[in-house]
């Protein structure tokens, strides 16, 4: 399942989108929890009882600026989550 | 002394143009005195609840009502219109299953399932199992899902920021007109040519630009066309997001409102499913659902 977390608004979309099977029996030992400076993932299980990472409902609202400080403007070459997840399940859509 | 009291003049009622219509219904073709199961599904949303009676996997009747400002008497009162329907006690319900908003806090549900599972098993009974995109226009957000043949969630997106393209957004563009909800979508047509969409960014920004419409001479016709326009624009951009599939089907009260649905259905090439069920009830009927499917699984085990 691919779980979209964000907004849109005037400004433009904010999704993190999470591949929920590549999230399961996670090969990276969750290191998304660790990776976001903002700590912003969270392990749940799902609505068919699978673990999985999702972003905190808080965050979900507030994405853009939770997440500037890990963009290029920021100083970071690439995104910490993305970069901690080496299954590839995390991808932002901005 | 004769002195005459006139009464104070009291201020003229105020009519709720947004109200909408709150239903109960029962299928009095079935006795749920000899169901093996029934389950209850509850949707506590942030504008309308919903409990639904499902009899041996069968929708067999339902409430839908508006939310009050406490979401578990919300939850027991939509439960308890439609067991005064039916005489029905709770104690009769083998499983209950809470979701939406407020499905933390239905006190009398056995399991909480997030709304938009609901959403896309609800929509494949309603629909049947050929549904595979699902627009969610609820009353303060709006979701999009993709589900494969068995109501499984397979891609799902959801925006509860901003109140553009949801029921809340109807009900005060409603307020606005001064006309019925009801009557905003078949009066939406009833314009010469087509309108360009008001803003469809934000509620708060359509109803002034609504307002500046109606001050230039626009028909309050014109203008619920307009905001039908951007409705539907603001929606369909979410849907484009995760992509739509044929099999698309709509749930949520703006379900109901053509004005919104057939421009939604021009902007994407794409005709929505009908179904005769209330649109507003799939989340409800959704968990009602996973209530039977967990309850056959703990019999056949």
Request: glycine share 10%.
């Amino acid at each position: 399942m691919i779980a979209n977390y964000g907004y849109k608004d005037g400004s433009g979309e904010y999704y993190i989108s999470i591949d929920t099977d590549k999230c399961i029996g996670c090969a990276a030992e969750r290191a998304c929890l660790t990776a976001c400076p903002k700590q912003m993932f969270e392990i749940i299980t799902d609505d068919y009882d699978d673990e999985v990472a999702w972003i905190k409902k808080p965050n979900c609202r507030t994405l853009s600026y939770d997440c500037a400080d890990c963009k290029p403007s920021g100083g970071y070459t690439s995104l910490p989550c993305m970069t901690a997840c080496t299954p590839g399940a995390i991808k932002h859509s901005w | 002394m004769n002195a005459e009291v006139t009464a104070a003049p009291t201020a003229p009622e105020k009519k709720e143009f947004w109200r909408w219509q709150e239903n109960t219904w029962v299928d009095e073709t079935k006795d749920w005195k000899t169901a093996k199961i029934i389950t209850c599904g509850i949707d506590v949303g942030s504008v309308s609840s919903q409990a639904v009676l499902v009899v041996d996997g069968e929708l067999y009747g339902f409430n839908s009502m508006r939310t009050g400002n406490n979401s578990p008497d919300s939850a027991t009162n939509a439960l308890q219109g439609v067991m005064d329907k039916c005489g029905m006690k709770l104690e009769d319900i083998h499983y209950v299953v809470g979701t939406g908003y407020g499905r933390v806090n239905v006190p009398f549900a056995h399991k909480a399932i997030t709304e938009i599972a609901c959403h896309a098993r609800g929509a494949n009974y309603m629909g049947g199992n050929g549904v595979r995109t699902i627009l969610d226009m609820g009353g303060q957000d709006c979701k999009a899902i993709h589900c494969d043949e068995k109501g499984k969630v397979t891609n799902f997106l959801m925006n509860d920021k901003c109140a553009a393209g949801t029921g809340r957004g109807m009900e005060v563009i409603s307020d606005l007109m001064q006309i019925p909800i009801a009557e905003l979508g078949p009066r939406s047509f009833d314009i010469d040519a087509d309108v360009d969409a008001v803003s469809s960014v934000c509620v708060v920004f359509a109803k002034s630009e609504a307002l500046g419409l109606l001050k230039a001479g626009y028909t309050k016709n014109k203008v619920i066309a307009a905001y039908c326009q951007a409705m539907a624009e603001r929606v369909v951009s979410l849907l484009e997001r995760i992509g739509v599939e044929e099999g698309f089907f709509i749930t949520g009260g703006i379900a109901k409102n053509p004005g919104v649905v057939k421009r939604i259905e021009k902007l994407l090439g794409i005709k929505a499913i009908d179904t005769k069920v209330d649109s507003q009830i799939a989340g409800a009927l959704g968990a009602a659902l996973f209530g039977y499917t967990l309850m056959s699984k703990k019999a056949a085990a």
